[in-house]
């Protein structure tokens, strides 16, 4: 199984930026696409942003253009470059990791954007 830890969350004011990371260990073998969720209070979690193995990257409507996930595979690592926050991306961003038959998920991080 694939351990995720997700880091760099906090509390911005609009308009400001954010790096997320998440780490995975474990049984990293054959991680396909990585990718980033989002969760704001009393609402579903929602898909953010991903990336494949060979870096083809994908993105919400909601973040296209502001956000921007990268991966190290040399160290496992998987960022979300957060610019231009507004208080809608206010949430607990998930990471997650798949494999052929098995998606793994971080703790989350809190992602705050004051108005």
């Known amino acids: 199984q694939v351990q995720l830890v997700e880091s760099g969350g906090g509390l911005r004011q609009a308009g400001g930026s954010l790096r997320l990371s998440c780490a995975a260990s474990g049984s990293i073998f054959r991680i396909n696409a990585m990718g980033w969720y989002r969760q704001a209070p009393g609402k579903q979690r929602d898909w953010v942003a991903s990336?494949?193995?060979?870096?083809?990257?994908n993105y919400a409507d909601s973040v296209k253009g502001r956000f921007t996930i990268s991966r190290d595979n040399a160290e496992n690592t998987v960022y979300l470059q957060m610019n231009s926050l507004k208080p809608e991306d206010t949430a607990v961003y998930y990471c997650c990791a798949d494999q052929t038959l098995r998606r793994s998920w971080g703790q989350g991080t809190q992602v705050t954007v004051s108005s």
């Open positions: 990336i494949t193995s060979d870096g083809r990257t």
